[in-house]
């Protein structure tokens, strides 16, 4: 038979350590209960802050896509906005982009020197009033990019026609101090600009889509919908297309979860001004961050 151990100090036997089954289970209770209403009073501020965390994300998204269209916008040839023929508002918008723009010599100094641009016969160089080295990086002429005079949008000046557009082939210093020659291809320009005022369209960008696709709301509460941008070539005649364009295979995605998405273009009155509202809804687990924006565009020649 086996004695009970014996308490070093009182001398009497020791009580057995541990606890019971009964007592585990008891705690085991307690603790599930404890946690039960513990849950019960951080799952509110949890979800919260979850939900505030998707709404700034969505209003993030939005609010940089409608700001990356609004730079695009305002920098678009005068003109050059169009929706498809099929009617407004639409899910798409395009536009020619330019690079920046100029004033071209109309004649010759008094002592007979410069290279104006001729408008009786087809030219192939002029002077720009400016250094196009002084200009920024990104603003500056370059071969392959595209001049354009007096764009109205109409038959016979309409840049999409190539009607009054010749691409650059070289930049160089011009005819006289503070000029720079622009060599073009050989172009008779239909329509002089009053002001002397020539554009420049970026050869690696002539044309710039935005096509929203599958806008809609999924069963789920997302956004079933992608917004494109995308570049199309302008190497011929190129007439207004009858309905929004589909992006080509590997186009990357501007905004996804696009719920709704409407552009509407107003055009230009009698002091060319127009206008153009976007309206962009993204929508994920229900949630939805909406954007209205109005961008004012100069559509003087």
Do not use: W
């Not at 002029?126 to 500056?140: K, V």
């Amino acid at each position: 038979m086996q004695r009970r151990p014996i308490h070093h100090l009182t001398g009497r036997p020791a009580r057995p350590s541990g606890f019971t089954l009964i007592e585990m289970v008891m705690v085991i209770v307690i603790l599930g209960v404890v946690g039960s209403i513990v849950a019960v009073f951080m799952k509110r501020p949890v979800d919260a802050y979850f939900d505030s965390a998707r709404r700034a994300s969505l209003t993030d998204a939005a609010d940089t896509t409608v700001r990356r269209m609004s730079r695009d916008i305002r920098k678009s040839l005068p003109n050059s906005l169009r929706l498809p023929s099929s009617g407004s508002p639409s899910a798409c918008i395009e536009f020619i982009p330019t690079r920046t723009g100029g004033r071209y010599r109309a004649d010759v100094d008094s002592a007979g020197s410069g290279d104006p641009l001729v408008f009786t016969a087809a030219d192939t160089s002029f002077d720009m009033f400016g250094l196009n080295s002084a200009l920024p990086a990104d603003q500056q002429v370059r071969a392959n990019d595209l001049v354009a005079v007096y764009n109205l949008g109409i038959t016979g000046a309409d840049a999409y026609n190539l009607d009054n557009t010749s691409a650059v082939s070289a930049v160089a210093a011009g005819s006289l101090a503070n000029e720079t020659k622009i060599t073009i291809a050989s172009k008779l320009f239909p329509l002089a600009s009053g002001s002397s005022r020539f554009h420049v369209i970026p050869g690696d960008e002539p044309v710039i889509t935005y096509v929203c696709s599958g806008a809609g709301t999924s069963a789920a509460g997302d956004g079933t919908g992608t917004l494109y941008r995308y570049v199309r070539t302008l190497a011929a005649v190129y007439p207004t297309p009858a309905t929004c364009p589909v992006p080509p295979a590997g186009t990357p995605a501007l905004a996804q979860n696009v719920s709704t998405c409407s552009f509407v273009y107003n055009g230009s009155d009698l002091a060319r001004n127009a206008l153009v509202q976007l309206t962009i809804s993204l929508t994920r687990r229900g949630e939805t961050a909406s954007l209205y924006h109005e961008v004012h565009v100069d559509n003087t020649p």
